[in-house]
């Protein structure tokens, strides 16, 4: 189980993990994503998460004031999607979230938002950051698109709300259709 807060602290101090840490991480998290269903359902309280997009330090800004208090795994968190591009923190809201994730795991709920795939991370900047935090290393890329496309693609909370990163299609009538969905591929676009 990775150390939460030893890890939050070296993150903050940009610090690295090495690739096999990284990668082992990667994949610990993927299989534990691989293993829930399209449309998670969670019941209250639950603390909903919208775009990170990259910001690392504002991420921890908001743990530290809306969750540390709250003490998970009390506390259901719903990420939205979004954890990349734009920041350039990427990898480390990745490492981070899918650390909570791994201690957490029916806690801590990571959907698939639309920055989550290889057009986007390619058009903007995820794809670039990992090439550079990690010499041209296109293997670890690659780990975090199949991360990518492990995650759950929506939640229900309480029977009351279905939530997820953007709209919803009007083929999709359903939740047994959104079920449905082969959601470990590249969205197409």
């Excluded at 900047?125 to 780990?143: A, M, Q």
């Amino acid at each position: 189980m990775p150390n939460l807060d030893v890890l939050r602290k070296h993150l903050l101090r940009e610090g690295h993990l090495d690739k096999p840490q990284l990668v082992g991480l990667i994949q610990q998290a993927s299989d534990i994503l691989r293993k829930e269903p399209n449309v998670i359902k969670l019941k209250e309280p639950v603390i909903i998460v919208g775009d990170i997009h990259g910001q690392y330090y504002d991420l921890i800004h908001m743990f530290e004031k809306v969750v540390d208090n709250r003490n998970l795994p009390k506390t259901n968190m719903l990420f939205l999607g979004d954890y990349v591009d734009r920041g350039s923190y990427s990898i480390e809201v990745c490492i981070f979230l899918y650390a909570l994730k791994i201690n957490y795991p029916n806690e801590i709920i990571m959907l698939r938002g639309n920055h989550e795939s290889r057009a986007m991370t390619e058009h903007f900047t995820f794809r670039e950051e990992v090439l550079k935090k990690y010499d041209g290393d296109e293997d670890i890329y690659e780990k975090f698109i199949e991360s990518f496309e492990s995650m759950p693609i929506s939640a229900d909370v309480n029977g009351d709300y279905l939530c997820m990163h953007g709209g919803i299609s009007p083929e999709l009538q359903t939740v047994d259709d959104i079920n449905a969905i082969n959601r470990f591929v590249e969205p197409p676009l």
